[in-house]
């Protein structure tokens, strides 16, 4: 089990490093997510389990794939306007959306306990957006993004249970290349990049990006998945945004861009999601 909990962190901080590597290329959000994607298709193809899927069910795998594909968007978009720990810090609103959303799309009781969890990460951003007016086009990509990845996951649980993982993840990033293929030409129009090629280093950040933080961590969470359950993995998770921050302010010293709002807008965002992993394990217990 020991092997198991340290490719479980080293997932999660492979996840939470994409944000590190969304700051560090110089390709905008669009064309970013477009060669993700790309680089990451062919090596899924060839890891996926031959498994034949009807017509129907594949459009609906690749349209959540496509709904992740547009929250990485606007997640980098985010990133990119603002800065890796306000993004990551606008990401945290993603349990917010959850709590509400799969309720009602669902047609179950809303979890008022989890609404409250979520409540205080949004005062948390309501308190860095008033006062730092610096981070607000940043934090309202975040907080789109985190209404994407929402929806994607409410959605990736309709699907998922279904079919093998690794074909599901195959489909679904043929869904969200096929997507950002179509919507590009739109975006550079409207959001020009200074290049539609990657640039020195660009090359080497996106070959990373691609093959270890795409491929390298779904592989990894499947293995994991082997010998832990799926709540043990959620609830680790909890940590990437902290891990995201940590990495941030040691690679671009993101310390001494945040005012004395941001420290104490993260810290709500810090206390909502210590009170979940908490209540998590009680209701596990």
């Given at each position: 089990?020991?092997?198991?909990?340290?490719?479980?962190?080293?997932?999660?901080?492979?996840?939470?490093?994409?944000?590190?590597?969304?700051?560090?290329i110089t390709l905008n959000e669009g064309l970013l997510v477009w060669y993700r994607i790309m680089f990451a298709l062919p090596v899924l193809l060839l890891l996926a389990q031959t498994r034949r899927i009807p017509l129907r069910q594949a459009i609906r795998i690749?349209?959540?794939?496509a709904l992740l594909a547009m929250h990485w968007v606007f997640f980098f978009g985010s990133i990119k306007a603002a800065n890796v720990s306000i993004s990551v810090a606008a990401f945290s609103m993603t349990?917010?959306?959850?709590?509400?959303?799969?309720?009602?799309?669902?047609?179950?009781?809303?979890?008022?306990?989890?609404?409250?969890?979520?409540?205080?990460?949004?005062?948390?951003?309501?308190?860095?957006?008033?006062?730092?007016?610096?981070?607000?086009?940043?934090?309202?990509?975040?907080?789109?993004?985190?209404?994407?990845?929402?929806?994607?996951?409410?959605?990736?649980?309709?699907?998922?249970?279904?079919?093998?993982?690794?074909?599901?993840?195959?489909?679904?990033?043929?869904g969200g290349f096929l997507c950002i293929s179509l919507m590009l030409p739109g975006y550079l129009y409207f959001f020009p990049s200074p290049s539609m090629?990657?640039?020195?280093?660009?090359?080497?950040?996106?070959?990373?990006?691609?093959?270890?933080?795409?491929?390298?961590?779904?592989?990894?969470?499947?293995?994991?998945?082997?010998?832990?359950?799926?709540?043990?993995?959620?609830?680790?998770?909890?940590?990437?945004?902290?891990?995201?921050?940590?990495?941030?302010m040691l690679i671009f010293g993101e310390s001494r861009e945040l005012g004395p709002a941001a420290y104490a807008g993260l810290a709500l965002i810090a206390a909502s999601v210590g009170l979940q992993t908490v209540f998590q394990l009680k209701g596990k217990a």
């Amino acid at each position: 089990m020991r092997n198991t909990f340290l490719k479980l962190h080293l997932s999660i901080i492979l996840a939470g490093f994409t944000g590190i590597l969304g700051k560090l290329i110089t390709l905008n959000e669009g064309l970013l997510v477009w060669y993700r994607i790309m680089f990451a298709l062919p090596v899924l193809l060839l890891l996926a389990q031959t498994r034949r899927i009807p017509l129907r069910q594949a459009i609906r795998i690749m349209g959540v794939g496509a709904l992740l594909a547009m929250h990485w968007v606007f997640f980098f978009g985010s990133i990119k306007a603002a800065n890796v720990s306000i993004s990551v810090a606008a990401f945290s609103m993603t349990g917010f959306f959850t709590a509400i959303l799969e309720p009602l799309l669902n047609r179950r009781r809303i979890a008022l306990r989890e609404v409250m969890f979520g409540l205080i990460a949004v005062a948390g951003i309501c308190l860095i957006f008033h006062f730092d007016l610096r981070y607000r086009l940043g934090i309202l990509l975040g907080i789109v993004s985190s209404l994407l990845a929402a929806l994607f996951s409410i959605a990736n649980k309709g699907v998922g249970g279904e079919h093998p993982v690794r074909t599901l993840v195959m489909y679904e990033m043929l869904g969200g290349f096929l997507c950002i293929s179509l919507m590009l030409p739109g975006y550079l129009y409207f959001f020009p990049s200074p290049s539609m090629l990657p640039v020195g280093m660009d090359w080497a950040y996106l070959l990373v990006f691609s093959l270890v933080c795409t491929v390298g961590l779904y592989l990894l969470q499947i293995d994991v998945l082997k010998k832990i359950s799926a709540f043990t993995l959620n609830l680790s998770y909890n940590l990437e945004p902290v891990y995201s921050i940590i990495l941030a302010m040691l690679i671009f010293g993101e310390s001494r861009e945040l005012g004395p709002a941001a420290y104490a807008g993260l810290a709500l965002i810090a206390a909502s999601v210590g009170l979940q992993t908490v209540f998590q394990l009680k209701g596990k217990a």
